[in-house]
Structures are given as C-alpha cells and as structure tokens.
C-alpha cells in the first residue's frame, strides 16, 4: 500500500452520472461495516471515491475489472500498481501454482529466492545484492534501518508531501504517532536542491539517509518529473556527506526502465526499495543496495513470517521475462501517450482546463479550478457509468495488458465523460 489520501470529497449532488447496480456491493459494505473498523480501510476504501464507485470485485483478466454486481470496466489503476503484466496472466499465474503445489512457505525458502535474487541483481543498475520483504513499507523501512546501521547516524531526509509507507516514521497521518516518531524525520523540498542543501547544514553530522521518490507523485497534486541536475547533486551531496542515497521505487519500478526508475536520468542510488509491480499482483517487496552497504544489511534484524514464501518469488521471475518479452516500458508509454493525446483533444473541443503530468506510464489528470474536485469527480463517474475505471486525484497506471483497442475503447467513454464536464 502506497497511497497518502488527504481527501475532500464534493458532495454526491455534484455528480451527474446514474450509477450501475450495486445490490451486492452494498450488502458487503453492510457486512463488513459491522466486523471492521469504518467497513473499509486504507487506499483503497471507496467511501473516499464518487458514490457510483463499488468497493468489492470479482474478477479480473487482462486490463479489464468486474465488480461483485457483474459490471465491467477497463481499469486504469491496475490494483493501485500491482498489476503490470494483466490480471490473470497465464504464464505469471501458472509460475505461481505450480510453486504452491510443490510448497509455498515451508521452514526455509525454496530454490527461487535465489533465482530471483541472481535476476535482480543483474538487471537493477546499481544493485550488489538483494533483500525481500512483501511490502512497499517494508522495504522503505529497511533501506532507512540500514542505512543508520552503516552511518550509525538518525537523521533522514524525505521530500514535503512524499509518501514513503504507512508506520509512524513516515505516515502522512496524525492518529497513533507520537512527536519521538518523527523526531528524526526531516524535510526539502523536490527538486529543490537548495532545501536538501539546507537540511543537511542544519542536520550536519548526523543525516543517515536522503530517500527520494522515483519522481514527484504526491497526492491530489500535478506529478513532477525528477530534474536530473537536482538527482545529480542530490547523489553529489551524499557522497560528500556519507549519508546512503534512497531511491523510493515501491510506485514507479519496472514502468519506467527495467532497471530502475533513475537509470533513466543517469544517476543511482545506494538502495532502493521495490514492491507494487515485481511480482504481478502476488505479494512481494525488495531492497537493493551497494556493495558498501553489505555488511550493515547482514547485522541488521530484518524477517518475517512470510518472507520467504517461494510463489510470489516464482511469479516475479515470471513477470520478469513476460516483461522483457513484450518490451514493457516502451509498450506502457505508448498506450499512455495515446490515451494523454485523446484526453487532451477532448478537454480541447469542449473548452474545458486540463492538467496531465507526470509519465505517461502513470498518468495523473487533474482539471483546471477544480479546488474541490467536483469537476474530477464528476468525469471520473460518468467515465465509470460507461464502464472505465479512472481516478479522480491519484495517479493511474498502465499495463503491458492495455492495447490500442482499450484505449480507444475507452476514450470513446471519457469524450461523453468530458461532453457532461463541458456542459458545467
């Protein structure tokens, strides 16, 4: 889970689309609200969304998701990142049984870790060796415990507004953390050298680690891509200062280079953090660090009970290869790039403000005087009650499962999406 949602939801009158049947949904929303807190938590809680947004599912395949009351949508969201290859992929889920049917988690790993590890540590640029987890929060939360292992320093960096997991040392959240949690957590701005220049002064001796995402994607907020002077003496400073570079790649990883996300502007970190992606959807996280950092990765206390499961492991050497076949990144950017073009004539033709930034492998749409999101809201659900499944203030995402035909499918909905938008 990797999602930060300071929400402000317009009320439901603002939103013009009839929404599908949702007889079932709203049974297990009825259902779960009595046996969990809220019904619902986390990103993906549907109470945060338009009204016509269902909560539960039931299946998926390809880049398409049907929900518990039958209704069908081409997905944008891909499980919030997860899903890379497609839903049900049949060579990444066939990798998966056939582990499980041998042994799954048993009293050690099985013969994939080290098959994943040896395909990771040749394929991420700047990796020596790797560590799993199954969380994105995990594998943040590692990188920060070795790097203070190996600098015996406290302090981190972390960019305004990032969102690097959901325990106390990082959640963008109040509830349940205390000042000691972030006492040692401090603040820049992105893309903002002189901000890292002046946390680091301020902080001098004592700054274990600088963590910065793959590029800005706060949420609700225009994305903003990383400037490479900025990577450049972000990885300088560093250096100099003997604090471990961070690249937070949890969200981005695989979509944007197969080797990591900042090999693309030429500058490596000393960890980085993967999760969402690497396996297709089966749970899975990893660091990867430098040869440096060895030592204080190998005494540091990091496990946990299902670590070690060797199916996920198995579906991510899977997903590597189906990956690699159908020439997944530059395959995404397409597919982003035709969808980016379709949007941005519409909002033309109907006179209507529209912001898409960020890559196009992970798209964020966000309309002009739109403070309170009513007009976003509005085109995202009259998008849903066409059948397309789109975000109204997060960034979306891509898959190798998306072809020409489902984006063109899906613009067809989103121009009479727009056309309701236009009309005010």
Known sequence: MRSAEPHVQPSPTSITAASPPRTHDSALRGRAARVMPGGMFGHMNAALLPPAYPQFFKAGDGCRLTDVDGNAYIDFMCSWGPIIAGYRHPVVDAAFAKRVSEGDLMNGPGEAMVELAERLVDRV???????????????????????????????????????????????????????????????????????????LAANEGDVAAVIVSAFRHDFAKDQELTDPAFARRVRELCSQKGAVLILDDVRAGLRLHRGGSWETIGVRPDLSAWSKAIANGYPLAFVAGVDALRDAARSVYSTGSFWCGSASMAAAVATLDVLDAGDAVNHMARMGDRLRAGLARQAANYGIGLRQTGPSQMPQVLFDDDGDFAKGFRFTSEALHRGVYLHPKHNMFLSLAHGEADIDQALEATEEAMRVVGKG
């Open 125 to 199: 640029g700047h990796a020596d060796w790797v560590l799993f987890q199954k969380s994105g929060t995990d594998a943040t939360t590692l990188c920060v415990t070795v790097a203070r292992a190996a600098t015996g320093r406290r302090k981190v960096l972390a960019a305004q507004g990032a969102y690097h997991g959901a325990v106390p040392w990082c959640t963008p959240y109040p509830a349940g953390v205390t000042a000691e949690d972030r006492a040692n957590l401090v603040h820049y701005r992105f893309n903002d050298i002189a901000s890292v220049e002046a946390a």
